[in-house]
């Protein structure tokens, strides 16, 4: 079977980007004229997802409108000769599919991956990708988990990538045994352990290949780490059950839900776009001189 659904939780307050996040979803900020969450749509779409579910709350309504067709705006680019953004724009609106149910309560990622249980079928397999993350690499890593999770007869899949010891209170993270290159067969994962309590250093940026039966575990599962309901926890007893792979993705990781990788994304991005990449070269060429 395909793997054609993702859902994206999207409810988060983004307290770290306050005040802009006041009145603006975090997802909607742009990483130079392009809002982070249209990155990790692009991801899943380019790995053969044809529907999203969001997972939202109040005040998110920009992002489903963001991936509707705006005719008003196609018109007047039409109208004024913009020709170019008119494709741009309509393509937006081309994209995919978008459904959305509201997470009424905040009660952790796991309850929020809950909330899309009704959109999935019997036996069928999704992604959920969080939007905190930009992955760059020509191969999407949805797509290289998806890859993994044929291989391994449709079992569910989480992207891991190594971080430093002392970041592993930050991450979900996985143990296990190694069956083939950059491949674990799970054993456990583990939320947000102290770094003397890890069991590795193999931490999840937020990449999921799961099957449906990981919501009969979600409504089973206790409040966990921070006294929310975590999907770690749940991906844990998915592994003690059945199985469940974990594999090392390709590809440069930018921890957008932080001042630091979103900075480092603007520029990394702008250097590598052909319009801006002379400029952004020079300006900083020059900066650094003055530093
Ligand atoms: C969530 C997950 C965690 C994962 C992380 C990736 O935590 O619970 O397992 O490693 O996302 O960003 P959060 O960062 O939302 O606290």
Partial sequence: ??????????????????????????????????PMIQYVVEEAVDSGIKEIIFVTSSGKESIENYFDINKELEVFLKNVGKEELYKQINKIGLLVSVQTVRQKEQLGLGHAVLMGKSFINKGESFAVLLGDDIIINSNPVTKQLVEVSKKYNNSSVIGVMNVPKEKTSKYGIVAGKEVADKT???????EKPKPEDAPTTLATPGRYILNQEIFAILEEIPRGAGGEYQLTDAINLLAQ???????????????TGSLEGYLSATIDFALEREDLKDFAKEYIINKAKEL
């Fill in 1 to 34: 079977m395909e793997i054609t659904k993702a859902i994206i939780p999207v409810a988060g307050k983004g307290t770290r980007f306050l005040p802009a996040t006041k009145e603006t979803p975090k997802e909607m900020l742009p990483i130079l004229n392009i």
């Fill in 241 to 255: 059950r059945g199985e469940v792979y974990a594999y090392e993705f390709e590809g440069k990781r930018y921890d």
């Fill in 184 to 190: 674990l067969h799970m054993e456990k994962m583990v």
